[in-house]
């Protein structure tokens, strides 16, 4: 196997770097490149406790397949591929999303994991709650999925 | 007719639930479906800031396909709405 997506649960589960690691090792690879994004306590000038984080399930995942899919045909056929994402509430300091890769060289190891967090910054359904010390909270703009020819 | 408006994101504010049940003409399309939400964010959420939401989002269909604003709706027909998105 040489993909695995997941949307995790934070009420159930943690998204860990380790199990990670684990999957992308492989002896035919001399590079693994891994991102973790993690939930921070400023944005904007105002002080974060915690981001919610909500998803579209079924798009998310077919998403993710097709968005890997094509990292993996642009940079290296045989790269290994870990990519999860939270869902639900995230404190500070929680990992929100991560990528790892495990490819035959560097270049294609950084260049897949740059590709796959760009395209779901863009493609994937997920939207971003803040939570702030003032009790407050605020969802995110994002990028909108409307085909661009209807916006008058 | 009545459809029903799975919600996402920033549109979660317009209900506590999961969805919102929305009455429109018969033969309505997704355009028709963007000017009823409009009316509804100005009349009961105006202090929101979901003024361009309407504008913005692009809705699923059953099949959870983006679909255009020609789409007709069909009674009971059950629409996601995305607002615009931002993971990572």
């Not at chain 2, 994101?9 to 209900?15: A, H």
């Not at chain 2, 919102?20 to 409009?38: G, H």
Request: hydrophobic residues 35%.
């Amino acid at each position: 196997m040489t993909l695995h997506i997941a949307l995790v649960k934070t009420e159930e589960e943690k998204i860990s770097s380790e199990k990670a690691k684990k999957f992308i090792t492989s002896e035919k690879n001399g590079a693994e490149s891994i991102f973790v994004g993690k939930v921070r306590n400023e944005n904007d000038g105002k002080k974060v406790t915690a981001v919610t984080y909500d998803a579209h399930d079924q798009t998310v995942i077919k998403s993710f397949e097709s968005i890997c899919q094509k990292a993996k045909n642009k940079f290296d056929k045989n790269a290994k591929i870990f990519l999860e994402h939270a869902k639900g509430y995230a404190p500070v300091g929680q990992i929100s999303i991560l990528i790892a890769v495990g490819a035959g060289h560097r270049d294609e190891a950084f260049k897949i994991c740059r590709y796959i967090l760009e395209e779901v910054k863009k493609q994937s359904p997920i939207w971003k709650k803040e939570h702030y010390t003032d009790g407050k909270e605020e969802w995110l703009p994002g990028h909108s999925l409307r085909p661009k020819k209807e916006v008058k | 007719m009545k459809i029903q408006l799975r919600l996402y994101g920033s549109s979660k504010i317009l209900s506590d639930d999961d969805a919102l049940k929305i009455e429109l003409p018969n033969n309505s399309n997704i355009e028709k479906l963007r000017d009823v939400l409009s009316k509804i964010i100005s009349e009961k959420h105006s202090k929101s800031n979901l003024k361009n939401l309407p504008k913005t989002a692009a809705f699923f269909s059953e099949k959870n396909e983006v679909v255009n604003d020609n789409y007709k709706l069909k009674d009971k027909e059950s629409i996601s709405i995305i607002p615009p998105i931002g993971g990572g």
